[in-house]
């Protein structure tokens, strides 16, 4: 079976401009999370959606970021407009119904740099 | 609210030594607890996990974690470590019933030959 899928798998935009990072869970997982890395803060979990509905973001940073789940099978976190600080590895990653956020399955990221 | 801390940024072992790498956490509820291992350039792999069960867990690759109540702790062992051991080691630990995964710093493994 494919695992998580991330695509851009690397960016490199400018200060202004939207990025736009996609997600697709693995099939039959119901719980998706979004998390940013970066070396002064480490892992952090920006959003979590259960059933496409989200359940927890009070780890978004700002209005600049916004996440989306519209079907079972996709998501997007947006960021608009990106700045230099928001340079990270974002991580896409899913879990089974009945297991929460118990065992989750971690996509390759995507390396994003804002100059 | 929940933590953990991972003692040691960096951890270096020869090649067939033991592998021991720390975590303490913090959380007012009985909690769950992970070890999770990050190779260059890849996302992160579930190593082993214990969830209230037996306290000694076993995971991939030979590695294992004892959960210890009284000290708070969850560290990871292997008995002899290979060169494909070298990665970053995430502890993290999340309330029964809870929604969030919180994740410690890191420890990252180098195995000398």
């Known amino acids: 079976d494919a695992g998580v899928i991330q695509s851009p798998r690397h960016e490199v935009t400018e200060m202004g401009q939207e990025v736009t990072l996609r997600c697709k869970p693995i099939?039959?997982?119901?719980?998706l999370f979004w998390y940013r890395q970066t070396m002064m803060r480490g892992l952090e979990l920006l959003i979590y959606?259960?059933?496409?509905?989200?359940?927890?973001d009070s780890g978004m940073p700002e209005d600049r970021f916004s996440a989306k789940m519209p079907n079972a099978s996709f998501s997007t976190l947006k960021i608009q407009p990106s700045e230099p600080r928001d340079s990270a590895v974002y991580f896409c990653?899913?879990?089974?119904?009945?297991?929460?956020?118990?065992?989750?399955?971690f996509g390759p990221g995507t390396r994003l740099t804002v100059t | 609210a929940q933590s953990v801390t991972q003692l040691g940024s960096h951890v270096s072992v020869s090649e067939g030594a033991l592998v021991l790498l720390r975590c303490n956490y913090s959380?007012?509820?009985?909690?769950?607890l992970f070890w999770y291992v990050q190779y260059p350039n890849q996302g992160l792999q579930l190593l082993l996990k214990?969830?209230?069960?037996?306290?000694l867990v076993k995971g991939i690759n030979g590695f294992e974690a004892e959960f210890k109540k009284s000290e708070t702790s969850f560290h990871l062992t292997k008995p002899s470590a290979h060169m494909s051991d070298a990665a970053e080691y995430f502890c993290?630990?999340?309330?029964?019933?809870?929604?969030?995964?919180?994740f410690g710093a890191g420890t990252i493994l180098r195995v000398k030959s």
């Open positions: 993290a630990v999340s309330e029964s019933g809870g929604n969030k995964l919180v």
């Open positions: 990653a899913s879990s089974r119904p009945g297991t929460g956020v118990h065992e989750q399955y």
């Open positions: 099939s039959g997982h119901n719980s």
């Open positions: 959606f259960n059933n496409n509905v989200p359940i927890d």
């Open positions: 959380s007012s509820v009985p909690p769950y």
């Open positions: 214990y969830t209230s069960a037996a306290t």
